[in-house]
């Protein structure tokens, strides 16, 4: 599985983005896709995840800003990011995992490397 993430950039505050994520590979809707973020000096944090259902998930920073979504035609994963916020500023990843797998354990095994977004006036 390959996973390759486009569309950051340099955004204002208030501003908006939309990532991609171009998937690979043996890879189809049986697995489970999310994003991450990393900012330097802190830890990776998980934004936003969809199953194999569709049903997603947000971290409570990002709550009502972004939404995630996903072409299962095209295996593309999207991250629209609306009301950006200079605390949103980061590198941010793909990710992918059989959904029998993620369901239980949380974990995702396939990763990107990445697309920077930077929210600044």
């Known amino acids: 599985v390959q996973l390759v993430e486009s569309g950051g950039g340099l955004v204002q505050p208030g501003g908006s983005l939309r990532l991609s994520c171009a998937a690979s590979?043996?890879?189809?809707?049986?697995?489970?896709m999310g994003w991450a973020r990393q900012a330097p000096g802190k830890e990776r944090e998980g934004v936003a995840s969809?199953?194999?259902?569709?049903?997603?998930s947000y971290a409570d920073s990002v709550k009502g800003r972004f939404t995630i979504s996903r072409d299962n035609a095209k295996n593309i994963l999207y991250l629209q990011m609306n009301s950006l916020k200079p605390e949103d500023t980061a590198m941010y990843h793909c990710?992918?995992?059989?959904?029998?797998?993620?369901?239980?354990?949380?974990?995702?095994?396939?990763w990107g490397q990445g697309t920077q977004v930077t929210v600044s006036s």
């Open positions: 990710a992918a995992e059989l959904c029998s797998w993620w369901h239980v354990r949380q974990e995702y095994n396939y």
């Open positions: 590979g043996d890879i189809d809707s049986t697995y489970c």
């Open positions: 969809i199953d194999e259902d569709g049903s997603t």
